[in-house]
C-alpha cells in the first residue's frame, strides 16, 4: 500500500507542476495563436487565467479535458509501484543510474511535486 502511495504521490505531484507551468506560462510567454473555439469565435488570448476561465471556456472542452484526464488514468501504466522504484519510469533525465544520485533526485522531484499541489 505505501509503494501504491508513493507512485500515486509522485504522479500527481508531476501533473500539479504541469498545471503551475500552465498557469504561468502564458503570463510570461503569451497565449497560444489562433481559436480555442473557432464556432463561437473565442480565441486563446480572450481566455483568462485561473478560476476566471471557467465560465468562458466552452462545456464541451471541460468534456474533452475530462475524458482526456480519464484515459490517461485508466491507460496511464502507472504500475511502476509493482515493477520498480515508484517515480522512476526509466526516464534517465529524470533519474540516474547511481542509486544515490536517483534518490535524491527522486526525493527532489517529491519535494517540488508537493509544493506544486500546495500552490
Known sequence: AY??????EFKHGRIAM???MGFITPEVVGHWPGYLAPSLDLKFADVPSGLQA?????MLGWVQILIYFGLVE????FEDYTTGTPGDYGWKIL????PE???RKLNCDLANGRLAMVA
Open 3 to 8: 509503494r501504491r502511495r508513493r507512485s500515486v
Open 54 to 58: 471557467f465560465p468562458v471556456v466552452p
Open 74 to 77: 485508466y491507460t496511464g501504466g
Open 101 to 103: 544520485e536517483r534518490r
Open 95 to 98: 533519474t540516474s543510474e547511481d
Open 18 to 20: 504541469l498545471a503551475c
